[in-house]
Each structure stands twice: as structure tokens, then as C-alpha cells.
């Protein structure tokens, strides 16, 4: 169930996509219902779950955003085909890290503003083994 707090991107064998928000938050509402959905995990397939602080890191005026994760979880972008959920999660903070770049010269001066680090989590589901 994903009600919009964490962006969570899922490939299996017909690629890697968004799993969008389809609802409210449980519980919000006490006269909502909600219709559960099912996401079968096939041999090989992944979810990378991300907080906020790993999608809004930034470079200049440019958030890290989707289209940075996307790449992480396809077998084929270089240098990042990775086989378990902690090579995954590694791979996504360490591309939000290396994303955000802060010049040399902002670290000497003492009277600019220090902007706060968002937290950066992220969290990896990966199913191995082969079907039947």
C-alpha cells in the first residue's frame, strides 16, 4: 500500500516503473475504504523504497528526483548491477551523495547558510532463486 510517503520504484522482467500513490493514507479517513492490490514478486525481482531526503536532494535548483532511481534498478546501467538489497540501497544513497556535489568553496564560508540534511533511508526487497 502506497499512500504517497515513500516513492517506490519496482522492476521485475518488464522493466523498472514507478509504483504510483493510489490512495489516501489508512486510517485518515474513517469513511473511506480501501481496495487492496497485489504485487507478485518474481524470481529476480526488486523494490527500492526511498525517503523524502533521498528525492529532494539537491544540485543547485535540480531535486535527484525518479528519474535517478530508475537507472539504479536496471541489470544493464553500468556499474550498477547489483545482485541483493544491500548493494541496492547502497547504490541509491550513494547516487543521492555523489548527486548533491557541494562545492569546495561553500565549506569555507563561515557566514552561509548551512542547509540541514534531510534524512536520507533507503530500504530493498530483492526475491532470488528461479520459479518452479
Not at 479517513?29 to 518474481?42: N, R, S, V, Y
Not at 535517478?68 to 541509491?92: H, N, V
Amino acid at each position: 500500500m502506497n499512500a504517497g510517503g515513500l516513492t517506490a520504484v519496482f522492476h521485475d522482467s518488464e522493466g523498472a516503473r514507478i509504483l504510483t500513490s493510489a490512495s489516501v493514507p489508512l486510517g485518515l479517513f474513517t469513511h473511506l475504504t480501501h481496495e487492496p492490490a497485489m504485487q507478485a514478486f518474481e524470481p529476480g525481482a526488486k523494490l527500492l523504497l526511498v525517503t523524502k531526503g533521498v528525492m529532494e536532494t539537491r544540485h543547485g535548483r535540480t531535486h535527484f528526483g525518479v528519474e535517478r532511481l530508475i537507472p539504479l534498478m536496471q541489470d544493464a546501467a553500468p556499474g550498477f548491477a547489483t545482485q541483493s538489497a544491500t548493494e541496492l540501497c547502497l547504490a541509491a544513497l550513494k547516487a543521492a551523495e555523489e548527486f548533491k556535489q557541494v562545492p569546495w568553496y561553500s565549506r569555507l564560508n563561515p557566514f552561509g547558510h548551512r542547509q540541514e540534511d534531510e534524512d536520507l533511508t533507503a530500504l530493498a526487497l530483492v526475491r532470488h532463486g528461479t520459479a518452479g
